[in-house]
C-alpha cells in the first residue's frame, strides 16, 4: 500500500551536499517526492510503500557522507499524494533551528582543480563547493541560501549558475560558488591603501614582500592573518616587536603534510586533525633539527602548526614554498580584523602590505587550537571548523537562555529546546572592542536563530563586563559559580548529570560563593546539591594584578608564609642566588623585593587580596625555581613550569598536608615548597615534575577519602598535557572513572555552556 509521509531532519543538513544526495538517493530507487532545506534542517517528502520508505530513511542515516551528520529524525503520516518525479524545492521558512556548518577546509577536489591548468578555476583562490568553503563566517540568516550570505552580491556567470542548478553537480547549491569571470578577486594595498596590484599579481606580490621578509596582513575566511616567513628569525621579530608580543608562541602554516612530518613528530590522531575539514591549529612536538626561526616558540618544546585550509593559502605557500607564520590579525587583547578598511586602519603599523579581498566576512573567527592528550582531542580553542555547531542538552530548557560566560576566554551560548549554541572563541572582554564583539555576537546568533532571551544566566563575580552585561538586560538574571559551571560542562559532555561526581576546578581566577577568590577547588555534586569540600590554602597576591603581571611576588608570599615575614634573602642561604642559566631570571629582583618595605607591609598587615587558586601556585613555582620573570601573556608561567616536565624522570612527589577547617579541607602547600626549598635550585627538571607529579597524587588522596567513582576534570589548568594525562592514569589505575573535556575547551570557553546547565538543572549550594 502507497502512502506518504514527511521525513524532518536536523543536523548537519544545510551546506553539506544534502539535498543532492538526497535527490540521487531518491533517483537510484525510484521514489518520487520532493526534498528542501527548511528553518529547521531539511524535509524530505516522499510517496512510497512502507518496505522502500524504511530502506530509504536507513540509507539516508547510514549513507551520508561528512561533514554531513544526522543528530533527529522524524517520520510524520501526511494525507496521500502522487507525485511524477523527484525534485528539490525551494527553502522554507519556520522556526530557526538549523545546525549552521562552520567554516570547512578546502576538499582534494577543489584542490585538484586548483592547481590543474586545463580547469576554468586554475589558481582561482575562492574555489569552493558542497564539501568546502566558507559557511558561519558568510551566513546572515538562516535557511542558509545564498541571497541570505555575503556572497549575495556577487551574481554568478551562466557556467556556475548550470553548476548550482544542476542536481548531479559537486556545487549544487554551493551557496559561495564563483569562478574568476563572477567572484571575489583579490587585491593588494600598501600601508596607505593605494591598490598595488589585483587578481593573481597581487597574490605575486605577496609572496615577493613575505620573501624578503615583510609583514603582510592577509584576509582569510574568519579574519585577517599576520604572517611573514617561519624561517626568517628577523622578520618574525620585527612582527613581535610591532605586535608588542614578545613571547607568546606564534602558529605556523605548511603547505602540506610531508613538511611537517619532516620537521615534527605527529601521531595518527594528529595527522587526522591536521588534515580534517575543520583544520584547526594542532600543538606538535618540535624535532631537534627544526627550519623554523628560533623565536617562533621560544624556551617551548611545542609549536602550533596548521596546514593551509584555503585555496588563497594553498596557492600563497605553493610559490612560497616554505612555512609561514599566521597569527591573528589583530591588536592586543583585540578581536581580529574582518573588514579591509578597519584592517588597514588598526594594522597600518604593524604589516607592511595588505592581501585582501572583496568577499565580506560577517563575524570574526579565530582558528581553532587543539592538542592530543590521553588518545584525545582537547580544545585550546574553540572557533573556526567547530563554532557554531549546537550541543545536545541533557534536557529542553523551558524557556529561552542567553549565557554569557566569563570574563576570561569569553564565549556566550543561547539554548532553546534541547540545543544549546555555543559562539566561538571571543577573547578577553577588558578592550572595548572586545566587548563590542561580545555585544555583536550575541546579536548576531539571536538573528540568525530568530532568538529574544527570556532569562540570562551569567558569572557570579560581580566585576566581570559580562555579570554587568546581564544585569542591565532588564531580564531575570541568575548568577553560577565559576568552577561549579566548569564542572557541570564536563558531566554535561559525559551524560553523568544526574549522579553523583567529585569536580576539580583548577584554574587562574574565579569569585566564591564566599567573596573570596578561588581557583583550586574540589567539589561534590549530587543530583540535587553541590558543595566546596576542599581547596588549596589561600596565599596573597601582593599589588593583586601586578602579582599575576609579576610572578616573583606570589614566590615572595609563599617564601614569607612558609617561613615567617622575617624570611630574607639569606635565610635559605645562597640557594635563591642560583643563576640557572634562564633567559628570564628573577633572582636580582625576587632578593630587591625580600626588603621591599611596602610589600612586606602589605603582607604583614594581611592587605593584599586571598586566593586559593592552583593557577597561581604554578605562577608562583616557576618563579621560585628562576624560571620567569615578567609574564607577558596568560599561562605563561604555568607553560615554562610544564615545559621543564621530564615524564620519565621520576615518580616521587613533595608532600601537601590535608588540614580540617571549617568543615572544609585546606591543602596546606608549605610543606611543598620547604621540600623545594631543599633541592639543588639547578635541577629545574626534576622540581617540575615533583611539583606535577604532588597535584596528581593530592587528587588521588582526596578522591580516596571521598569515595565517589567519577571524577571530573575541569578549569584552565587542565590545559596542561602532562597534568591531565597523568590524572587520568592515576586515577584510573586507583579504581575511578575520570572525565574531562572534549566539546568544548577546559578553560573559560566553557563556563557559558556549565552556565546553562545551572539553570536548566538547579541544585542547592551547602555551605
Aim: glycine share 8%; charged share 20%.
Amino acid at each position: 500500500m502507497l502512502k506518504t509521509v514527511a521525513i524532518q531532519v536536523q543536523g548537519r543538513v544545510q551546506g553539506v551536499g544534502f539535498r543532492p544526495f538526497v535527490y540521487t538517493l531518491a533517483q537510484e530507487m525510484g521514489l518520487k517526492g520532493w526534498v528542501n532545506n527548511s528553518a529547521q534542517g531539511a524535509t524530505v517528502v516522499i510517496t512510497a510503500e512502507e518496505k522502500a520508505i524504511a530502506d530509504f530513511t536507513e540509507r539516508l542515516t547510514k549513507t551520508l557522507p561528512p561533514p554531513g551528520l544526522i543528530e533527529q529524525l522524524a517520520v510524520e503520516q501526511l494525507p496521500l499524494e502522487n507525485f511524477t518525479n523527484f525534485t528539490i524545492r525551494p527553502s522554507s521558512d519556520g522556526p530557526k533551528t538549523a545546525s549552521i556548518l562552520p567554516d570547512l577546509s578546502t576538499c582534494s577536489a577543489c584542490l585538484t582543480e586548483l592547481f590543474d591548468p586545463g580547469d576554468r578555476r586554475y589558481l582561482y583562490p575562492f574555489i569552493n563547493c558542497t564539501h568546502c568553503g566558507p559557511r558561519y563566517t558568510i551566513i546572515e540568516a538562516l535557511p542558509y541560501d545564498r541571497c541570505r550570505t555575503t556572497m549575495a552580491k556577487f551574481c554568478q556567470c551562466p557556467d556556475c549558475q548550470r553548476e548550482y542548478e544542476q542536481p548531479g553537480d559537486r556545487r549544487f547549491h554551493a551557496q559561495p560558488n564563483a569562478c574568476p569571470r563572477c567572484g571575489p578577486q583579490l587585491a593588494f594595498w600598501n600601508r596607505q591603501g593605494q591598490v598595488i596590484a589585483e587578481a593573481n599579481e597581487a597574490l605575486n606580490f605577496a609572496v615577493d614582500n613575505l620573501k624578503v621578509g615583510n609583514i603582510i596582513a592577509i584576509k582569510g575566511l574568519g579574519g585577517f592573518h599576520l604572517c611573514c616567513d617561519a624561517t626568517d628569525f628577523e622578520a618574525v621579530e620585527k612582527l613581535r616587536l610591532r605586535k608588542h608580543r614578545p613571547d607568546k608562541p606564534l602558529a605556523v602554516m605548511y603547505g602540506n603534510l610531508g613538511q611537517i612530518v619532516e620537521h615534527y613528530q605527529p601521531n595518527n590522531l594528529e595527522v587526522e586533525l591536521l588534515q580534517s575539514a575543520a583544520a584547526p591549529i594542532v600543538l606538535l612536538n618540535k624535532k631537534k633539527q627544526l627550519i623554523l626561526a628560533e623565536n617562533i616558540a621560544p624556551d617551548n618544546p611545542r609549536v602550533g602548526v596548521m596546514l593551509a585550509y584555503t585555496p588563497l593559502h594553498h596557492l600563497l605557500l605553493k610559490k612560497l614554498n616554505k612555512p609561514m607564520v599566521a597569527t591573528s590579525g589583530n591588536l592586543a587583547g583585540e578581536p581580529i580584523c574582518i573588514d579591509n578598511v578597519d584592517a588597514l586602519t588598526r594594522l597600518q603599523n604593524i604589516a607592511d602590505g595588505f592581501l585582501v579581498h572583496d568577499r565580506p566576512i560577517v563575524c570574526p573567527v579565530d582558528d581553532s587550537v587543539v592538542q592530543i592528550v590521553a588518545g584525545e582531542p582537547l580544545f585550546l580553542r574553540r572557533a573556526r571548523g567547530y563554532a557554531p555547531q549546537p550541543i545536545t542538552l541533557p534536557k529542553p530548557t523551558q524557556k529561552k537562555l542567553l549565557a554569557v560566560g566569563g570574563h576570561y576566554k569569553n564565549t556566550v551560548a543561547i539554548a532553546k529546546q534541547n540545543q544549546a549554541y555555543v559562539s566561538q572563541h571571543l577573547g578577553d572582554l577588558d578592550s572595548a572592542s572586545t566587548y563590542q564583539n561580545f555585544e555583536k555576537t550575541i546579536a548576531h546568533l539571536s538573528r540568525l536563530y530568530d532568538f529574544s532571551p527570556q532569562e540570562i544566566v551569567a558569572d557570579l563575580h560581580p566585576d566581570y563586563f559580562s555579570h554587568q552585561y546581564a544585569e542591565n538586560q532588564a531580564l531575570p538574571v541568575t548568577f553560577v559559580q565559576h568552577h561549579y559551571a566548569h564542572i557541570l560542562a564536563v558531566m554535561a559532555e559525559h551524560g553523568v548529570m544526574e549522579e553523583s561526581v567529585l569536580g576539580i576546578a583548577w584554574d587562574g581566577t574565579g569569585y566564591g560563593m564566599d567573596g573570596t577568590i578561588w581557583g583550586g577547588e574540589f567539589l561534590k555534586i549530587t543530583q540535587g546539591t553541590w558543595q566546596r569540600i576542599a581547596h588549596l590554602q589561600p596565599f596573597h597576591l601582593l599589588g593583586n594584578q601586578q602579582a599575576i603581571k609579576y610572578p616573583h611576588r606570589i614566590a615572595l608570599a609563599l617564601l614569607w608564609c612558609t617561613f615567617g615575614d622575617d624570611f630574607s634573602a639569606d635565610s635559605l642561604g645562597n640557594w635563591l642566588n642560583f643563576n640557572n642559566g634562564f633567559k628570564n631570571k628573577i633572582n636580582s629582583r625576587l632578593n630587591q623585593d625580600l626588603n621591599n618595605k611596602n610589600l612586606r607591609q602589605l603582607w604583614q598587615r594581611g592587605e593584599a587580596p586571598l586566593t586559593s587558586s592552583m593557577g597561581r601556585l604554578f605562577d608562583g613555582i616557576a618563579a621560585l625555581i628562576g624560571l620567569i620573570n615578567e609574564v607577558t601573556f596568560e599561562g605563561q608561567a604555568a607553560m615554562a613550569l610544564e615545559a621543564q616536565v621530564m615524564p620519565n624522570l621520576t615518580e616521587e612527589y613533595y608532600p601537601l598536608t590535608l588540614n580540617n577547617k571549617e568543615a572544609k579541607l585546606a591543602v596546606d602547600w608549605r610543606s611543598l615548597i620547604k621540600a623545594i626549598t631543599t633541592e639543588n635550585r639547578s635541577k629545574t627538571n626534576l622540581i617540575a615534575t615533583k611539583f606535577h607529579n604532588s597535584l596528581v597524587n593530592l587528587i588521588i588522596t582526596i578522591a580516596q577519602q571521598q569515595g565517589i567513582e567519577k571524577v571530573a576534570l575541569g578549569g584552565g589548568c587542565f590545559q596542561n598535557c602532562y597534568l591531565l594525562a597523568s590524572t587520568i592514569t592515576a586515577l584510573k589505575k586507583a579504581g575511578f572513572s575520570p572525565l574531562w573535556p572534549g566539546e568544548l575547551p577546559p578553560n573559560d570557553g566553557a563556563i557559558c555552556m556549565g552556565q546553562l546547565l545551572a539553570k536548566i538543572q538547579p541544585r542547592q549550594y551547602i555551605c
